[in-house]
């Protein structure tokens, strides 16, 4: 097995077993607090699925650099590889008993985006790509849908978590986009939005102000699967996060005439 296979195998194992605890804690008591914002959630679901991923990353490769949501990861000076963990992508919809939630596990090599999972432990659908390699659902090759389209697109976007301050709040794209696409969702996993584009079952999907750990796996996804990434301006943009559009690619151009960066 060579190291990708190695770094895929873990990452895989890992996310089973973090969608493991989301799948047993769901809809049960939750220890609930506010970060940056008073809507912007976590629990302890969240930090124990951290825990799990960190732990086992730091034991097994302890040479490695980590990046996590929730600050327990590390740097490491001249690393090859970084492993950026969204531990539970879709706290809200989590906390609330709405069924769409995942964990993320995105790894880069030398800064690329190399290999990405999302597990959803609900559906128990798990997603991956590897660089070069095509993206999968299980074991099903997926690719981005033939839409070509805007007024026939079904597109999701988000609203990041200081909408009630910033007047950067997605509210002008929400309103434009309504009008021109079929429908449009706001579903609260940033992942498993970008793995519905990568699968087909949405055309389009963005968001004006994600973290690396939102987009390192399914921008990879998407990539793997035919799809386009991009920021508002049509240039590279998932590997940093912050604004990203992501489509099918046949309706990417499109999208970017209608979306403003504001
Ligand atoms: C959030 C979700 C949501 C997106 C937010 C993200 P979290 O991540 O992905 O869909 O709109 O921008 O921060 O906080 O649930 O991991
Ligand atoms: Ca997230
Ligand atoms: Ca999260």
Redesign the pocket.
């Known amino acids: 097995m060579s190291e990708t296979d190695d770094i895929f195998a873990l990452a895989r194992r890992l996310a089973l077993e973090a969608g493991a605890i989301q799948r047993e804690r769901y809809e049960t008591a939750l220890e609930i607090q506010t970060k940056s914002a008073a809507v912007?959630?976590?629990t302890e679901v969240?930090r124990a699925c951290e825990a799990l991923v960190v732990s086992a990353i730091e034991k097994e490769r302890p040479d490695d650099a980590i990046l996590a949501?929730e600050g327990s990861g590390r740097d490491v000076a001249g690393a090859t590889w970084r492993w950026v963990i969204?531990p539970?992508?879709?706290?809200?919809?989590?906390a609330h008993g709405y069924p769409r939630?995942c964990v993320s596990i995105g790894v880069e090599r030398e800064g690329e985006a190399h290999v990405g999972v999302v597990y959803d432990p609900l559906m128990g659908e798990l997603y991956h790509a590897i660089q070069g390699r095509g993206a999968f659902r299980g074991e099903q090759a997926i690719r981005v849908s033939p839409e070509t389209r805007l007024d026939r697109a079904l597109l999701a976007?988000?609203?990041?978590?200081d909408r009630r301050d910033s007047e950067r709040d997605n509210m002008r794209n929400f309103g434009t986009m309504l009008k021109e696409a079929r429908a449009l969702r706001?579903?609260?996993?940033?992942?498993?939005?970008l793995c519905y584009v990568a699968c087909g079952r949405l055309d389009g999907y963005w968001?004006l102000?994600?973290?690396p750990?939102?987009v390192a796996a399914g921008g990879l996804i998407v990539e793997e699967a035919g799809g386009r990434m991009s920021d508002m301006a049509g240039g590279d943009a998932h590997r940093e996060g912050h604004t990203v559009v992501s489509s099918n690619g046949a309706i990417h151009d499109r999208m970017l005439e209608i979306l403003e960066d504001a």
């Open positions: 912007d959630l976590v969240d949501e969204d539970l992508d879709g706290t809200t919809n989590f939630f976007t988000g609203f990041a978590y706001r579903d609260g996993s940033a992942a498993l939005d968001e102000r994600l973290a750990w939102d």
